[in-house]
């Protein structure tokens, strides 16, 4: 079975700066998609960014990108010129494409903190 | 568009009894998976629902039960209540479940049940 490790239980950046989450996972399949959801205070996952395995370009989404490194297993996410906004917890997620696995496994989370 | 709408928000049960909670999902969308979140365990996948089949399940007791009616909406059972089925259960819809199609999975707020 899949698992996905997130070894930052808590993270704090200040305003402006650049953070990086840190996620790694274990599979032994070839093809699958990783994801990072963001919770909020209101408790709705939202979707922030994802990467299909089979793409060795990284994933972009406005101030958030990734560093996919396939053959280490890791999955890292940068956070460029912080807001207040971004503070939530963070959740990385594995999702196979095999048959009857198609759920979402996610890590543990990491709780970041914006500083003003 | 209206996002995904669970109810209740809230709920307080007492141990032995059952509970059923409820996942509307986007307009068009037709399929429906649940989670539990727990402070220990984390993110758990329960069940996933698509034209009213359950297609994947999760490592849960029989307590824990599903359905999907014809016009998408969904809700999940727990019977006989325990302490430890406290936690915030997370509906996500899609428009296809992800064996048939590259789809994103948006996450409602949430129902926090608590067993007392």
């Known amino acids: 079975a899949q698992t996905v490790t997130q070894s930052q239980p808590e993270m704090s950046v200040q305003e402006a700066e650049t953070v990086t989450l840190s996620c790694t996972y274990d599979?032994?399949?070839?093809?699958?998609?990783l994801f990072w959801y963001k919770q909020p205070p209101s408790r709705q996952m939202i979707l922030v960014i994802r990467q299909e395995a089979y793409k060795q370009q990284n994933a972009t989404e406005n101030r958030f990108s990734v560093n996919f490194q396939k053959a280490a297993k890791s999955f890292s996410l940068k956070i460029s010129d912080s807001q207040l906004g971004d503070a939530a917890m963070y959740f990385c997620?594995?999702?196979?494409?095999?048959?009857?696995?198609?759920?979402?496994?996610f890590g543990q989370g990491t709780r970041l903190t914006i500083n003003p | 568009k209206a996002g995904v709408t669970q109810t209740p928000r809230y709920l307080i049960k007492t141990r032995g009894q059952q509970v059923t909670l409820s996942c509307s999902p986007i307009?068009?969308?037709?399929?429906v998976s649940w989670y539990q979140q727990t402070p220990g365990q984390g993110l758990q996948f329960l069940f996933e629902y698509f034209s009213e089949t359950q297609r994947n399940k999760g490592n849960f007791p029989g307590r824990f039960s599903g359905r999907q009616f014809s016009n998408s909406r969904s809700e999940m059972n727990v019977s006989t209540l325990e302490l430890g089925d406290s936690a915030l259960y997370l509906c996500a819809s899609s428009l296809l479940p992800w064996g048939l199609g590259d789809t994103e999975a948006f996450f409602g707020q949430g129902t926090r049940l608590t067993v007392v």
């Open positions: 997620a594995y999702r196979s494409l095999i048959q009857g696995a198609q759920k979402l496994v």
């Open positions: 599979t032994s399949e070839s093809d699958y998609y």
């Open positions: 307009s068009g969308h037709r399929s």
